[in-house]
């Protein structure tokens, strides 16, 4: 019988994780099946998750807090974040845990020590929780940078960590910046969350926006001379992190990679 995983969200229509994960369990010579469902009632799709033996699940916006109600157990790190982003069904159990920091942190690694290096991240949402959390679980020191002050601090404080508004980065350096907010996503391609004079004090910068694959940010950071660390890789190593906690094998990154790439060319 074929094994059902799904994604879980609202909207979802234009998510690549079904194509994604959908070649892995082909590569990997899986017979399951990863659907994408816009949920309306998240107590309703959490119960048809049980009731259908639905064994894995991607949780994205809006419910990645929300579900945390809803679930049997909440590992450590999903814990720390107060965010979901997976689900694991264990015979009607579903265990709740977040592979988000994973995927930052691999990320990183693919260019660059985290240890004792110094990254200034730009947004307070959830992903710049995984990203703080992944940085400082390697022994990085993050900065958090935001344009609304209220709820940047409010996020350093509780972490414990240094604050700046948007308008003092110009007089920040550090090893790394990392763009956490939506801004440059498709289809505001023509915008960035920060100036370019900046970028010059920041040697690597990261997206996590992989749509598109290279945005405005990047650009101006490579014609900077920064080192460039795309969205993509984050977007590929959460959702392999995934899969591994689903099934106990290891994903075809490349596979993943090429799949997804593949996707963001029809597009353009």
């Not at 939506?182 to 004079?197: L, R």
Request: hydrophobic share 40%; glycine share 10%; charged share 20%.
């Amino acid at each position: 019988m074929k094994d059902i995983y799904a994604l879980i969200g609202n909207p979802v229509g234009h998510s690549l994780s079904p194509a994604m994960h959908n070649r892995a369990y082909r590569e990997m010579g899986i017979d399951a099946c990863y659907v994408a469902f816009e949920v309306t009632d998240l107590k309703g799709a959490v119960s048809g998750i049980r009731a259908l033996g639905i064994k894995g699940v991607s949780v994205t916006i809006p419910f990645k807090t929300a579900v945390l109600t809803y679930l049997d157990e909440i590992e450590e790190e999903a814990l720390a974040l107060g965010a979901v982003n997976t689900i694991i069904n264990e015979k009607g159990y579903l265990r709740g845990t977040n592979t988000d920091w994973w995927g930052v942190v691999l990320a990183l690694r693919e260019v660059m020590e985290i240890s004792g290096k110094t990254f200034v991240i730009v947004g307070a949402g959830g992903t710049a929780q995984a990203a703080l959390y992944g940085i400082r679980k390697e022994g990085g020191n993050p900065i958090i940078v935001n344009r609304t002050p209220e709820k940047g601090r409010a996020l350093a404080e509780r972490v414990g960590c240094p604050f700046y508004p948007l308008e003092e980065l110009k007089r920040l350096k550090a090893d790394c910046l990392i763009n956490t907010t939506p801004v440059g996503m498709y289809p505001h391609v023509d915008v960035s969350p920060v100036e370019a004079e900046v970028l010059k004090n920041f040697p690597y910068v990261m997206d996590v926006i992989y749509n598109p694959l290279t945005t405005k940010l990047l650009r101006e950071a490579r014609a900077q001379g920064a080192v460039t660390i795309l969205g993509l890789s984050m977007f590929v190593y959460q959702g392999a992190r995934q899969i591994t906690l689903w099934t106990k094998g290891e994903p075809p990154l490349w596979a993943m990679r090429e799949e997804v790439l593949k996707h963001l060319q029809k597009e353009t």
